[in-house]
């Protein structure tokens, strides 16, 4: 379902924001900021999110925040309904994400970090768009946001958590999409290629059609404000993933397996 405010925002209600302590989360906190939104952001860093919140505040808008490891897929739903209790969600943008891969001589990657992957970028995103679905059809308006990456359309042998956890959290959002548009709940699904914040900058090597992250930020508005279902960019990994789909699977693994990646530590 794609049309203008058909989700139903409530321009009075909150915007949460996951993963506002850095990179693309910061740019949509000040974005909101700038728009009036009252703001709840969550991060890890408490230094960096109360910089971020500080610039927020400084616009003049209420913003609470919240230190909260999303390791603890429990203690992110129980915060999540405690926030709206507080602060009504009317848009729940769930940003924050890990982008590790395979490192250096290692051979597979590490279960360590297959296991974070998995957990911060699919179990509790997905618990929490779960949580924010509740919270929101009892007020019959609302707005999820769900952060993906063009990694999800590719099985990637150097970052098998990273695409994995990707395609999970990709059809997670595209079942609830489904679920909630009957209900008056917006869903998207924002699938990103190469944006320039902290975790970009620790891949080693090319990273063709890079975008600014506060241009990803005002994509990803847009995006809600027009109730998208899927956004895609830059468009030519909307091409790439088309042409994922028609190649030949030996053909591909031969070019998947071909690609060379490492990051920094
Ligand atoms: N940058 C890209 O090229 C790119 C491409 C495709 C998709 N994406 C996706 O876009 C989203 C935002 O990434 P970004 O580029 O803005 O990266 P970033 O600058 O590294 O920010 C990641 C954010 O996630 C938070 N986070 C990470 N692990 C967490 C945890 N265990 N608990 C709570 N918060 C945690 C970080 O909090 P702290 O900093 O406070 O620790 C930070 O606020 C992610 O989902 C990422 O996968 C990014």
Same mark, same amino acid.
């Given at each position: 379902? @794609? =049309?203008?405010? /058909?989700?139903?925002?409530?321009?009075?209600?909150?915007? #949460?924001?996951?993963? /506002?302590?850095?990179?693309?989360?910061?740019?949509?906190?000040?974005?909101?900021?700038?728009?009036?939104?009252?703001?709840?952001?969550? =991060?890890?860093?408490?230094?960096?999110?109360?910089?971020?919140?500080?610039?927020?505040?400084?616009?003049?808008?209420?913003?609470?925040?919240?230190?909260?490891?999303?390791?603890?897929?429990?203690? /992110? !739903?129980?915060?999540?309904?405690?926030?709206?209790?507080?602060?009504?969600?009317?848009?729940? *943008?769930?940003?924050? &994400?890990?982008?590790?891969?395979?490192?250096?001589?290692?051979?597979?990657?590490?279960?360590?970090?297959?296991?974070?992957? &998995?957990?911060?970028?699919?179990?509790?995103?997905?618990?929490?768009?779960?949580?924010?679905?509740?919270?929101?059809?009892?007020?019959?308006?609302?707005? !999820?946001?769900?952060? =993906?990456?063009?990694?999800?359309?590719?099985? #990637?042998?150097?970052?098998?958590?990273?695409? &994995?956890?990707?395609?999970?959290?990709?059809?997670?959002?595209?079942?609830?999409?489904?679920?909630?548009?009957?209900?008056? *709940?917006?869903?998207?699904?924002?699938?990103?290629?190469?944006?320039? @914040?902290?975790?970009?900058?620790?891949?080693? &090597?090319?990273?063709?059609?890079?975008? +600014?992250?506060?241009?990803?930020?005002?994509? *990803? /508005?847009?995006?809600?404000?027009?109730?998208?279902?899927?956004?895609?960019?830059?468009?030519?990994?909307?091409?790439?993933?088309?042409?994922? @789909?028609?190649?030949?699977?030996?053909?591909?693994?031969? !070019?998947? +397996?071909?690609?060379?990646?490492?990051?920094?530590?």
């Amino acid at each position: 379902m @794609t =049309g203008k405010v /058909a989700s139903r925002m409530d321009e009075g209600g909150y915007v #949460l924001i996951t993963g /506002a302590s850095s990179g693309i989360g910061a740019e949509l906190a000040a974005l909101y900021a700038a728009r009036g939104r009252g703001l709840v952001l969550w =991060g890890r860093d408490a230094v960096r999110l109360e910089n971020v919140a500080g610039h927020a505040r400084s616009r003049g808008v209420k913003v609470h925040t919240r230190v909260l490891d999303l390791m603890d897929g429990a203690a /992110a !739903i129980a915060a999540l309904r405690e926030d709206d209790g507080s602060y009504p969600l009317d848009l729940a *943008i769930l940003a924050a &994400g890990l982008g590790d891969m395979r490192r250096g001589n290692d051979v597979v990657e590490r279960a360590e970090d297959v296991l974070r992957l &998995g957990l911060v970028n699919y179990a509790t995103p997905s618990a929490m768009a779960a949580a924010a679905a509740e919270c929101m059809v009892k007020r019959g308006r609302g707005h !999820i946001v769900l952060i =993906g990456s063009v990694a999800a359309f590719h099985a #990637l042998p150097f970052a098998a958590a990273y695409s &994995g956890s990707k395609a999970g959290i990709k059809r997670f959002a595209e079942a609830q999409q489904m679920a909630l548009a009957p209900l008056g *709940i917006g869903v998207t699904l924002v699938s990103p290629g190469f944006v320039d @914040t902290p975790m970009s900058r620790r891949v080693v &090597g090319a990273k063709p059609f890079m975008q +600014s992250a506060s241009a990803a930020a005002r994509r *990803i /508005a847009d995006a809600v404000d027009r109730n998208r279902p899927h956004l895609v960019f830059p468009f030519i990994f909307s091409v790439l993933r088309l042409i994922d @789909t028609l190649v030949p699977w030996p053909f591909k693994r031969r !070019i998947l +397996s071909a690609i060379k990646a490492d990051q920094m530590n």
